[in-house]
């Protein structure tokens, strides 16, 4: 089991950029592939970004490919989320995912399926004012 701690969120303007973090606990953080999500006020949770356990293969949502980089620090126990060029339309509660190695096969299908992760962290909360 692993534990998800998110941190880095906050106010910026368009054009600006975050860097999100999400620590986790547990020594066999490189037994976890880990995705971001994020969800805006009456809106359905929404697909950013997935990086697989050994960081080799990363994905990305439409919406941010070209702008948000995701990456992991597997010494570290976290996964990040550099987020560049920032509109409004991507603020949000962001969360970050975890699924353990067993679900190695359904790594390609189903990374941006947010019922592909078993772990949620609580959120950070990200604004960006026009």
């Known amino acids: 089991q692993v534990q998800l701690v998110e941190s880095g969120g906050g106010l910026v303007q368009a054009g600006g950029s975050l860097r999100l973090s999400c620590a986790a606990s547990?020594?066999?953080?490189?037994?976890?592939?880990m995705g971001w999500f994020r969800q805006a006020p009456g809106k359905e949770r929404e697909f950013v970004a997935a990086?697989?356990?050994?960081?080799?293969?990363?994905y990305y949502g439409e919406s941010v490919k070209g702008r948000f980089t995701i990456s992991r620090g597997n010494a570290k126990n976290t996964v990040y989320l550099q987020m560049n060029s920032l509109k409004p339309e991507d603020t949000a509660a962001y969360y970050c995912?975890?699924?353990?190695?067993?679900?190695?096969?359904?790594?390609?299908?189903?990374?941006?399926?947010?019922?592909?992760?078993?772990?949620w962290g609580q959120g950070t909360q990200v604004t960006v004012s026009s």
């Open positions: 995912a975890a699924v353990g190695e067993g679900n190695g096969s359904r790594w390609f299908s189903a990374r941006h399926e947010a019922a592909f992760y078993d772990y």
């Open positions: 547990g020594r066999t953080f490189s037994r976890y592939a």
């Open positions: 990086i697989s356990w050994s960081g080799g293969s990363t």
